[in-house]
């Protein structure tokens, strides 16, 4: 299993201008962001 994943490493290094393979962790989108309302949790309404 880890020489599997060596060999792909290898080939991914091999190509540079290929995308990364594991999709890189996006800022949280601004619609589902939650405010506090009193104690209720009331969704923000898309813009």
């Known amino acids: ?3 599997r ?3 792909i ?4 290094s091999r ?3 290929t995308p ?9 989108r601004l619609e589902n ?3 506090r309302r009193g104690n209720r949790q ?3 309404p898309k813009q």
Request: hydrophobic residues 30%; without cysteine; positive net charge.
């Open 20 to 28: 990364h393979p594991f999709p890189l962790r996006r800022p949280p």
């Open 5 to 7: 994943f060596n060999q």
């Open 42 to 44: 009331v969704k923000k």
């Open 33 to 35: 962001k939650v405010e």
């Open 15 to 17: 190509r540079r201008e």
């Open 9 to 12: 490493l290898k080939k991914l």
């Open 1 to 3: 299993m880890k020489e």
